[in-house]
């Protein structure tokens, strides 16, 4: 054979195999480019305080969005889609280092929310507000509220608060499902339930169903009015971190860690109780954070590791007790390694159609708008971040 057939049966193979890497390379880059979307800015309100913004909370019906910040100071604001305007700023008692809102009533008109303080030996203290405010947004009034109360919505056209109460020794606690009006303080109603006190619990929007998770890791749903358990959802794998309700209450999503070294979500059909979808998440990273839209078409997610490192509250050193307890609320987040990431997840296909740049990783860090249509977190700048949905 000679040399120039061997020279031209050479740079035939060259071609073929340049052709055959162009053909397979190119689509897969294009599934893969469509896998991983590009993160879009959101419209950031200019809510910044000195120290950060700690925790969001937005009315059931939209109107009105609350958030609080490191100088115990919550505010309040008109959340019309790009016309956000701020309208109250609440001051917590001196004292109150920094406070998350919980709930919101409908235009706004009651706030709950929790308050962390230094106590005695270097413990955190928590404590529960509520608020009247006037029409005006002028004035808000300060109103009783039981400080043992695991909240959960405002119902009642936001005049009374859903939430769970332990009571009783450790040995033999005591937990109810109560209605408390917030004017008076007043129990509405009162059901025991013949269970372990919950370690998380979510309700949903319209306060008539809770789910909550045991110290033993065990899920279960139950109706607000009877007290009966509706759903017994057993054991599943990993620890519970984050529980969401979507606001129609037909879905469930539930973040595990510590599964294989991955976090993951399972979608539940709250009518069956059966896991419907099962998202993972990448490797020594949790769901700490999630948020259901309507009918539980799409999850917002907040991932994050599980190692943390809090150094300094305000240039003072931490102790263990005082890490846990803010590890526990969510009050401040330094990662370790990586940041806090968002996305937002098709649940039908299990797909990431967004990713969102934000920097919270308490228990409220990211929410969904009632109607589906926006997304709302804390972004790294320490404004409010809102991503408006198109899909």
């Given amino acids: 054979m000679s040399s120039l057939f061997r020279a031209q049966l050479a740079k035939k193979r060259l071609r073929w195999f340049i052709l055959g890497l162009f053909l397979v390379t190119v689509p897969a880059l294009a599934i893969w480019l469509g896998r991983m979307p590009a993160g879009r800015p959101p419209r950031v309100v200019p809510a910044r305080s000195v120290d950060g ?112 109460i332990t009571e009783g020794a450790r040995s033999a606690p005591t937990v109810r499902l109560v209605t408390i009006d917030l004017r008076s303080g007043r129990e ?91 998202i993972v998440g990448g490797r020594s990273r949790c769901a700490v954070s999630l948020s259901l839209g309507p009918e539980g078409r799409h999850l917002a997610v907040v991932w994050h590791s599980p190692q943390y490192r809090w150094p300094t509250v305000r240039g003072e050193r931490l102790d263990e007790r005082l890490r846990h307890e803010l590890e526990r609320w969510g009050v401040l987040s330094t990662p370790e390694d990586q940041p806090p990431s968002g996305e937002i997840i098709d649940t039908l296909t299990a797909q990431v159609i967004d990713r969102l740049d934000l920097s919270l990783t308490g228990p409220e860090a990211i929410l969904f708008s009632p109607d589906g249509s926006r997304v709302m977190s804390v972004v790294p700048d320490g404004g409010v971040g809102i991503w408006d949905l198109t899909y």
């Fill in 188 to 278: 509405l109603t009162s059901i025991a339930l013949n269970e372990a006190p919950f370690h998380l619990a979510a309700f949903s929007a319209d306060g008539k169903l809770c789910v909550g998770n045991r110290g033993d890791g065990l899920i279960g749903v139950w109706d607000v009015a009877s007290g009966r358990k509706i759903l017994d959802l057993g054991h599943g794998p990993g620890t519970v971190d984050s529980i969401a309700i979507d606001p129609t209450g037909t879905t469930l999503a539930v973040g595990r860690s510590a599964v294989k070294g991955r976090g993951l979500i399972q979608v539940h059909d709250l009518e069956t109780g059966q896991v419907v979808q099962t």
């Fill in 53 to 164: 913004t700690c925790g969001l909370a937005l009315a059931s019906d939209g109107s009105f969005l609350a958030f609080g910040d490191y100088h115990g100071r919550l505010r309040l604001w008109k959340a019309v889609p790009g016309r956000e305007r701020e309208r109250l700023v609440v001051r917590c008692p001196t004292g109150t280092m920094s406070v998350q809102p919980i709930a919101v009533g409908p235009e706004g008109r009651s706030v709950l929310a929790r308050g962390f303080k230094s106590g005695e030996e270097g413990r955190i203290e928590t404590e529960l507000f509520a608020w009247s405010v006037r029409g005006d947004m002028s004035t808000a009034t300060r109103l009783p509220i039981r400080q043992d109360l695991l909240p959960g919505p405002l119902v009642d056209d936001g005049q009374s608060v859903v939430g769970l």
